[in-house]
């Protein structure tokens, strides 16, 4: 003979209905049992039905959250986080260094996305940037500009550009590593420093050599020269720069005056003393 078992709590709601009142009112107790139905995707999220589970409160467990006979999965896992990197720190005038600056995704990204990048700490004129929006294509986890010093003529010593990214797109939010430093190492030093140059003498000696077998003497306007001793061959003074000069020979007895040699201008016994002479030689 089979048995017909009834589950212990159906009956005991079968019972409670059939010994309601009859005017008594329906109630739809806020702890039901429903089923979750199925998966419905759209964008980075995706939604989850389950059989069979409680509506009532919710249930929390590492990214996940089961509420309402639904598993919903925490939104922030589902976006990409981007850091920023260089291909090197450190780079020199005299090589024009090309460094690659890149921004890498911590997983593949849905749509174009794009961060801001800046430089900061250096003149512009230091550098070469090939763009400053950084454009992680669709599906890819990279994206690239490069970063170029420049050869310029200014003594400038060691410098460090600082690169930054921010304002990034909604597909992707910002990591802890936002920005890199890059050393430029200058290659143009100061000219050396030059010794003053030697102050220019402001006189010019004045010589007289006398020749032959005659005697006399020689004095100059203004004075200074005045060879007049007979046994005196030679005289010599000393007159400030650019003066106009005048020998004026005087023969002694029984001789006389024939003519002038020895540098240029003497010739004439005037002549002024100029910047480019060492000194004056006069024979007679």
């Given amino acids: 003979m089979m048995k017909i078992r009834v589950p212990i709590l159906l009956l005991a709601?079968?019972?409670?209905?059939?010994?309601?009142?009859a005017f008594a009112a329906y109630e739809l107790n806020w702890n039901t049992v429903d089923g979750g139905g199925e998966r419905s995707t759209g964008g980075n999220y995706t939604l989850e039905g389950s059989i069979g589970q409680h509506d009532a409160g919710t249930v929390n467990g590492g990214h996940y959250t089961l509420k309402g006979g639904f598993w919903i999965t925490n939104s922030s896992v589902l976006i990409p986080s981007v850091e920023l990197s260089v291909s090197t720190n450190?780079?020199?005038e005299a090589a024009i260094t090309a460094i690659?600056?890149?921004?890498?995704a911590s997983s593949a990204v849905t749509g174009e996305q794009t961060v801001n990048l800046a430089v900061t700490g250096v003149n512009t004129c230091d550098y070469n940037?090939?763009?400053t929006i950084i454009t992680i294509a669709d599906g890819q986890t990279t994206g690239i500009v490069t970063f170029t010093i420049v050869d310029d003529s200014d003594v400038e010593g060691t410098e460090t550009a600082t690169l930054t990214i921010s304002s990034h797109s909604a597909g992707i939010t910002l990591g802890s590593i936002t920005?890199?430093?890059?050393?430029?190492?200058?290659?143009?030093?100061?000219?050396?420093?030059?010794s003053p140059p030697r102050p220019k003498p402001i006189t010019r000696p004045l010589r007289i050599e006398i020749k032959g077998r005659g005697t006399g003497s020689v004095t100059s306007d203004p004075e200074g020269i005045d060879c007049s001793e007979e046994d005196e061959a030679v005289c010599k003074y000393t007159f400030p720069m650019n003066t106009e000069i005048t020998l004026t020979p005087q023969a002694g007895p029984n001789s006389e005056f024939d003519h002038w040699s020895g540098d240029r201008d003497?010739?004439?016994?005037?002549?002024?003393?100029?910047?480019?002479w060492v000194g004056m030689l006069c024979i007679l």
């Fill in 13 to 21: 709601i079968l019972l409670g209905w059939l010994t309601r009142p």
């Fill in 90 to 92: 450190v780079g020199t």
């Fill in 100 to 104: 690659t600056v890149i921004s890498t």
């Fill in 129 to 131: 940037l090939s763009g």
């Fill in 179 to 194: 920005t890199q430093n890059v050393s430029i190492i200058d290659n143009d030093s100061a000219p050396p420093t030059s």
């Fill in 266 to 276: 003497c010739s004439g016994g005037q002549f002024v003393l100029e910047q480019s």
